[in-house]
């Protein structure tokens, strides 16, 4: 039997499947290896941003900051890059070690000053974003050689697709917290969290390391993001990734993780994901729509699945308390 908390992972599942399908049946073309590679083209970095969103949100928390921190990555690589004349081997660990440095320290300030992650992140978001504009108002183009062959790679698939590095790096990403999230101690103390803080404290869990962790991973997973991004828009701007943190928690809120914190898969972000990829290249197949419809749609998406999470969660607390 499965558990009730699974459900909003298999309407998830069998909403992908759906969409697809519709869109397969109503556009000629629609059904190819290259337009399902185009979807994890496009949101390679979104994958990236949103599988360090599932580990806050499946531990209690919420981290507004994501977007932000893309944002001052691909500021951070442009500028050291183009004008500073640091090589990409370097720039990149330095930008993604800051991006983890960052998260960790939102997560000590949440934990050890017992602030709402809400606050502590929206001042991060605030921070970020503003950093960006110390460093440069206008765009800084990046026309390192690196770069654009990192940009311009394909990798081939059989029956003549293919794919981008970025999705090689999302995917591994995405195996990799999956192997975090399921067999190793830092993943099950972080559902531990999630399900009940106070609980983890009384059976002597390390909450304020695994906190901290879990917002350094977020920080990290932002700032490989914005690496992905780079390779993405070759620049840096400050004004890149403004509501990816919306879109970020979004895609895990519909890929089945309970905003409640204690339970969700990496497999249902990935999902998530490719929905609101599919909801993208369905208006853009349809040719006649506004791209805001993608906003519209996936708000709509976003209601029904925290309907589905509350009536799940006050069936379990009638049948606990039964």
């Known amino acids: 039997m499965l558990k009730r908390q699974h459900s909003p992972v298999l309407v998830t599942l069998a909403l992908f499947a759906l969409v697809f399908m519709a869109g397969s049946?109503?556009?000629?073309?629609?059904?190819?290896?290259?337009?399902?590679?185009?979807l994890l083209i496009d949101n390679a970095f979104l994958l990236i941003v949103a599988v360090g969103m599932t580990f806050v949100i499946v531990s209690g928390g919420i981290d507004l900051s994501v977007g932000s921190?893309?944002?001052?990555?691909?500021?951070l690589s442009a500028t050291?890059?183009?004008?500073?004349?640091?090589?990409p081997a370097v720039v990149i660990p330095v930008v993604l070690a800051f991006g983890a440095l960052f998260g960790w320290g939102?997560?000590?300030?949440i934990?050890?000053?017992?602030?709402?992650?809400f606050i502590v992140t929206l001042a991060g978001m605030f921070l970020a974003r503003g950093l960006c504009y110390v460093i440069s108002i206008n765009t800084i183009t990046i026309n390192h050689s690196f770069y654009k062959q990192m940009a311009m790679t394909k990798i081939k698939l059989p029956g003549g697709g293919f794919i981008s590095i970025s999705v090689i790096i999302a995917l591994?990403?995405?195996?990799?917290?999956?192997?975090?999230?399921?067999?190793?101690?830092?993943?099950?103390?972080?559902?531990?969290?999630?399900?009940?803080?106070?609980?983890?404290?009384?059976?002597?869990?390390?909450?304020?390391?695994?906190?901290m962790l879990v917002y350094a991973f977020s920080g990290f997973c932002s700032a490989l993001g914005g690496v992905v991004f780079t390779f993405y828009m070759?620049?840096?701007?400050?004004?890149?990734?403004?509501?990816?943190?919306?879109?970020?928690?979004?895609?895990?809120?519909?890929?089945?993780?309970?905003?409640?914190?204690?339970?969700?898969y990496i497999a249902g972000t990935l999902f998530g994901v490719l929905?609101?990829?599919?909801?993208?290249?369905?208006?853009?197949?349809?040719?006649?729509?506004?791209?805001?419809?993608?906003?519209?749609?996936?708000g709509l998406l976003l209601f029904l699945f925290i309907i589905l999470q509350r009536a799940i969660n006050v069936k379990a607390s009638k049948s606990n308390a039964a």
């Open 234 to 264: 070759l620049s840096g701007y400050g004004l890149h990734a403004v509501g990816l943190e919306l879109d970020a928690i979004a895609a895990v809120v519909i890929g089945g993780t309970l905003l409640t914190g204690g339970f969700g």
């Open 111 to 117: 934990h050890y000053f017992k602030i709402q992650p």
């Open 172 to 211: 591994a990403v995405v195996l990799l917290a999956v192997y975090l999230a399921h067999y190793t101690r830092f993943g099950r103390n972080t559902y531990a969290i999630g399900g009940s803080e106070q609980s983890a404290v009384l059976m002597g869990l390390p909450v304020a390391r695994t906190k």
């Open 275 to 298: 929905i609101l990829g599919v909801i993208q290249t369905i208006i853009n197949f349809e040719g006649t729509l506004s791209s805001w419809w993608t906003k519209i749609v996936i």
């Open 25 to 38: 049946f109503r556009y000629t073309g629609f059904f190819s290896l290259q337009v399902f590679s185009n």
């Open 80 to 87: 050291l890059v183009e004008q500073q004349g640091w090589p």
């Open 69 to 75: 921190m893309v944002a001052l990555t691909t500021m």
């Open 106 to 109: 939102m997560g000590a300030i």
